[in-house]
């Protein structure tokens, strides 16, 4: 009997190259680390060993951050895909898409609609696939928009099928962004075609644009769908009502399109929520989600986007099974990780939101640790290891499963899912502990894909040349250390829960894998280290006390290098990744004002909550973008605006440091370099901060347009540094 012929990989592997160089910079920079810690071991001053000691520990904090950054950088790994191997549409497995919502005031419901054509535009068989978008925020609006999207499917899908469109996501296509694709654009069939479709886009999104306008859905437009009759109560509001189950596309060939082929299925989710039931944000909506698809569709695979993160890439879903179908590396992949990618990105990432060097750099060396962490977006699971199966050698994945209400009729289906979204229905079940994704952490992605992770799962970061989804990041200074303070704040929780990567990860994890998730749950304490740094040195040289070697001294040069190499490093990194040098300055800038306000922010948030005074709550960022605003950030002009508590430390450093940095110089003018030699790296400290802080200076001192610092924000910076400098000098 012959023997079955083998399947060609479905995906090859590649490490990255150059790994001799850096090889030789790791290892003279642990050489440099070695010898800063022997200088400040043997180099203890008679005085002030308080405030030298304060310093040694933040250069030591430094290191070990930079060692555990090491995990990512040892051995990137890229994956490339061949859907061309992948067996025919029809045998593929089927697929559930999640996706979220919760504001429809910070996510407006156009954009909501957006995300849900571009993604029921993938390249797949229809009736593989079933959507489900959750409506936390239980709105009206966006259900009237999900119902629009849902008519305008009936065209656009076709449309998108028959000219192969990219991106699939009719906002970005008809604005003509320059990443538009589509076969036979020069035809006249194409024209025609097109006039068709962006009328009926342009009287959908007016649609959409007026009810969210008057915040109430027309009166004949109410009738023509029985699910309107869920919001006749004045009771709905966002934090109080009841489970809203709707299926807006019957799926299994019931509903066709323009052209008769079938639609896939679409159901608005809306579990109940009630001011005194917990509902655990973001993490509980997709648990609910589970429940009702599992009753529908029961999709083996599940894949999760959020609602700014619309489909660039129709294709992305194929490489995505490349992974959970190839015959001899498939078996032990639990989660298939796109990269978080944005548009609308100013040429050199004005506040580093782009994340290029997370998810361009630092994600490809995670492959080489069993895999990414979870990033909440973008993320296709097997359903089954989200709900609570550990690997095992013997694990046999399953690639079709049975819905768990077959045999029930819609009506019926609706029913028992406002059932299984009732805000009790987990009361007593492993929901949020053993199963589904877990609860009792702000960032319940990296939390979830970590105990996935210690359950002997491995994952996959997978990039495709065409990035598979584009989001929207936040486009003003307060909304982007806000996210930071979040993102923070639950990555800290994380490393203090039971799943520790320092306890819980022993024997569970691979030590790269270790070293990975100890730089990001312990992103929030950079602040210590780097207010001793934006601190202590300008203090201590405002009263003549020197911190460091003088620049005669030999080991001058330690400091000298380490600092050179670290940021000449840094720089090549993200200059091979496509970067700019403007950029690499935006993101150190962006990453010191968030060390010391973001990360300063969400320490005090977990001291708080663990002294059990208020718990951490979950903010979502705004998508709504003042056209004012928008001019400035188009122009790279850094937006303040706000009075934000979050912009005062950082305001209130570089005060500081310009001041000491000014008296300094000062005294080096007066009596030359050499009265200076001994504090010469402290100058370079404080003169390194201050030349970051030029936009602060400009925007409190200068500027006159809406996006200036408040004066009430300068004013309170200017005596915290006022304080800082009168209250702490007499114990320096």
């Not at 200088?39 to 030298?52: F, G, K, W």
């Not at 968030?594 to 977990?606: A, E, P, Q, R």
């Amino acid at each position: 009997m012959a023997k079955p012929q083998q399947q060609q990989p479905l995906f090859t592997t590649r490490v990255a190259p150059f790994r001799l160089l850096y090889r030789l910079y790791f290892a003279a920079s642990v050489a440099g680390i070695i010898s800063l810690v022997y200088y400040r071991l043997t180099h203890v001053p008679d005085s002030h060993a308080l405030l030298y000691l304060l310093v040694s520990l933040a250069e030591l904090w430094f290191a070990a951050a930079w060692l555990f950054q090491q995990g990512f950088r040892w051995a990137p790994t890229k994956h490339a895909t061949h859907p061309d191997r992948l067996p025919e549409s029809n045998s593929l497995p089927a697929v559930d898409v999640l996706l979220c919502t919760a504001d429809p005031d910070r996510e407006p419901p156009a954009l909501v609609a957006n995300t849900l054509l571009s993604l029921m535009a993938y390249d797949y068989e229809p009736r593989k696939m079933a959507f489900y978008l959750s409506d936390d925020g239980g709105s009206e609006l966006t259900f009237h928009a999900a119902f629009r999207a849902s008519v305008f499917a009936r065209d656009w899908l076709p449309f998108c099928r028959k000219y192969r469109v990219e991106p699939p996501a009719p906002r970005q296509f008809f604005a003509g962004d320059d990443r538009v694709v589509a076969r036979g654009a020069n035809t006249e069939a194409f024209s025609r075609d097109y006039d068709r479709v962006k009328k009926k886009y342009d009287e959908m999104q007016d649609e959409i644009g007026k009810a969210s306008k008057g915040k109430k859905v027309p009166v004949q437009t109410r009738e023509v769908h029985k699910g309107f009759k869920e919001w006749d109560s004045r009771n709905v509001t966002p934090c109080d009502h009841q489970s809203i189950i709707q299926v807006l596309l019957r799926g299994k060939g019931e509903d066709v399109d323009a052209e008769g082929t079938p639609l896939p299925t679409l159901v608005y989710v809306s579990r109940e929520k009630r001011p005194k039931q917990p509902h655990h944000y973001k993490a509980g909506a997709l648990n609910a989600m589970n429940r009702v698809s599992s009753l529908i569709s029961n999709a083996p695979f599940v894949l999760n986007v959020d609602c700014d993160m619309h489909s660039n890439n129709s294709q992305a879903l194929r490489d995505a099974m490349c992974f959970f179908l190839d015959q001899k590396r498939s078996q032990k992949i639990g989660y298939v990780q796109f990269p978080q990618s944005f548009g609308g990105l100013t040429p050199n990432d004005l506040y580093a939101n782009g994340v290029k060097r997370i998810y361009e750099i630092e994600f490809f060396g995670t492959n080489a640790h069993n895999g990414p962490m979870y990033a909440g977006t973008g993320s296709v699971h097997r359903r089954e290891i989200l709900n609570g199966r550990k690997y095992t050698p013997d694990y046999k994945p399953v690639l079709e499963n049975k819905p768990v209400g077959e045999d029930l009729s819609w009506i019926e289906v609706e029913a028992k899912g406002k059932a299984v979204t009732s805000c009790t229905y987990e009361n007593g079940k492993p929901w949020g502990k053993e199963m589904g994704l877990m609860y009792g952490c702000a960032v319940e992605d990296v939390f979830t894909g970590l105990v996935l992770h210690s359950r002997g799962w491995n994952s996959v970061f997978c990039s495709p040349e065409r990035k598979a989804y584009l989001g929207l990041a936040p486009v003003n200074t307060n909304d982007t250390l806000i996210q930071h303070k979040r993102w923070s704040t639950g990555l800290l929780e994380i490393f203090l829960s039971d799943y520790c990567p320092w306890t819980n990860g022993v024997r569970k994890l691979k030590l790269g894998q270790i070293m990975c998730y100890s730089f990001y749950t312990l992103w929030a304490l950079w602040c210590l280290p780097m207010l001793c740094y934006a601190l202590l040195p300008p203090l201590a040289m405002l009263k003549g006390i020197p911190l460091f070697p003088k620049t005669s001294d030999p080991w001058f040069k330690v400091f000298a290098f380490l600092g050179i190499a670290s940021h000449a490093f840094s720089l090549i990194e993200l200059l091979a990744a496509k970067g700019t040098l403007r950029m690499w300055w935006n993101e150190t800038r962006m990453w010191m004002m968030k060390g010391t306000s973001s990360y300063l922010f969400s320490v005090m948030v977990i001291v708080i909550k663990s002294l059990g005074i208020s718990e951490a709550g979950f903010e979502i960022t705004s998508k709504v973008i003042d056209e004012e605003a928008l001019k400035r950030y188009n122009q790279e002009v850094i937006e303040f605006a706000v009075p934000s508590p979050m912009f005062i430390p950082p305001t209130a450093l570089s005060l500081l440091n310009l001041y000491s940095f000014c008296r300094a110089m000062t005294g080096v003018v007066k009596e030359g370099w050499g009265a200076a030699e001994d504090m010469a790296l402290q100058i370079l400290v404080s003169g390194y901060v201050t030349l970051i802080s030029l936009p602060l200076y400009e925007a409190m001192l200068l500027r006159k347009d809406k996006g200036r610092m408040p004066t009430s924000v300068t004013l309170y910076s200017a005596a915290v540094a006022v304080a800082l400098l009168y209250l702490l000098s007499p114990f320096i």
